[in-house]
């Protein structure tokens, strides 16, 4: 499985910021990058308030960590565009990996800061 993992992701996490007038917005801020094997899914349809969006998505599969770790508040972002997680799968007792599932609406990734 190491050697099928070629491409680099990146993990953004949201933090909550202060808007002028008071409340906050979430933006996103890299949290870690990581090696992985990524499996195209089957792109489907979903009608969504009365226009059909189109969603792609992922599976990205990356070594286990102990520091930090995925969640399914992160956003994956991979050649530009972000992904939502959708599941996080622990596989394989002996050779510990996650099985990340993320699907993205084709948006560009959100600017984030570092």
Do not use: C
Request: glycine share 6%.
């Amino acid at each position: 499985m190491i050697g099928a993992m070629r491409d680099i992701v990146v993990f953004k996490e949201p933090i909550d910021t202060p808007v002028p007038g008071g409340g906050a917005e979430s933006t996103y801020i890299e949290s870690f990058r990581d090696w992985t094997k990524i499996e195209p899914l089957t792109s489907d349809r979903r009608l969504t308030d009365n226009q059909i969006q189109l969603q792609d998505g992922f599976r990205f599969n990356i070594r286990f960590r102990s520091n930090p770790q995925p969640n399914k508040k992160m956003l994956v972002e991979y050649q530009g565009h972000d992904y939502t997680i959708n599941s996080i799968i622990e596989r394989n007792e002996r050779k510990r990996f996650w099985q990340i599932t993320a699907v993205t609406n084709n948006d560009p990734a959100i600017a984030y800061t570092t």
